[in-house]
């Protein structure tokens, strides 16, 4: 896809206002003045579903920065027409430092992000799922979620993938895990991790599928994890997590 911020019916009126693209991702594009930068989506991705991950990449950056954890400042996201006509627009603190887009990245880095993400997992919570924008989750049970996203595999997955969970223990806490590993996400200063940015669709769950969230996303990352310790879940994980968001019927 080419790139081509100005294109977008905001880039002049941002640009007026004294605005600097400076950056871009598959969805959205970035702009910066005075220590701050906004993200707005691509016309392409101006839809529902980009406007709730705006909501809840706050909601899940205020709970992680109540943690202590290094996360990027998100000071507003402004409903739709409220700063753009036409468009929800999340404001944060710009970070400098580096940014590194290969999975295959100096193993230091990887190892960095992957320490980030399991310390995560101590957050605790009481409610399963992918997180919403007021911070909670829709189900009740992690079991009840992982059927949902089941169902929305291909229908000769499901007896099988069912079984399996059924046979899964209860997990009766969730815990707060990240559903992307990208390593886009993560800015580095002099070889360490700094912040990260652009957590838009976290879950509270079990805190193995991070395992196979990572196991699916990156396997230069999956590594440096344990891969004997309960492998059948973090198997089946790494087969679910490629549907989890069309369970909640978001994507």
Known sequence: MINNPKSEPYYSYLIRLGYVFCNYSEKHYIFEKDGRVIKVAKSIYNNESTDESYFIERAAHSLLLSYKFPVAKIYNVYPKGEFLKGYVVLEEEKIEGEIY????????YLVQVLRLMQETTKIKGKSFGVMERNGQARFLSWKDFLYSVVDKMPEREHAENRCRIEVMP???????VFTDCNMANFVFNMGRLEKAIDIERPLWGDPLFLNGMIKSRNPYMYAFMNQEENADIVDLYAQLYPYIFNATGKV
């Not at 887009?101 to 230091?108: N, Q, R, T």
């Open 101 to 108: 887009y290969k999975k295959d990245c100096a193993p230091s």
């Open 170 to 176: 209860e997990i009766t806490e969730s815990s707060f």
